[in-house]
């Protein structure tokens, strides 16, 4: 991974460590290493779900956050632990082609293991293009 505590982002306010951390807690929640609030509503597991798992291949610049997942600038991240966390929960993630081994998401409610990889997928591509990798 080209990603290290000083790669400069091209947009938004988060440093490299605070978005692995912000990564890990989006797939890791679905993974059961952390507790997300649920968020959702009907629009969001149904038409919101839809267009962003099914529709983008590409997760759109801007896009509101579950609260849940949002990193404050302010919050320090240890850089190294986010990273070997981040290949954990990437590792497992892979390995979990069962939608009975992830848990509901927190603003998309239920999904596939095949809805998990896609999302998970454009999510990372998105963050990983924030910081040039």
Request: glycine share 6%; charged share 20%.
């Amino acid at each position: 991974m080209r990603l290290n505590p000083s790669s400069h982002s091209n947009w938004g306010k988060m440093d490299a460590a605070q978005m692995l951390h912000h990564l890990n807690l989006s797939m890791g929640s679905g993974q059961g290493y952390y507790f997300l609030p649920d968020e959702s509503n009907f629009l969001s597991r149904s038409l919101i779900k839809w267009i962003v798992i099914d529709l983008y291949s590409e997760q759109p610049k801007g896009l509101e956050l579950p609260i849940g997942m949002a990193v404050s600038h302010e919050n320090y991240c240890n850089f190294d632990f986010e990273k070997t966390r981040f290949l954990e929960i990437l590792d497992k993630a892979v390995s979990s082609t069962a939608s009975k081994q992830w848990q509901p998401h927190c603003y998309f409610g239920i999904l596939s293991a095949s809805e998990w990889g896609k999302l998970c997928l454009i999510h990372i591509d998105y963050h990983l293009k924030q910081f040039n990798c």
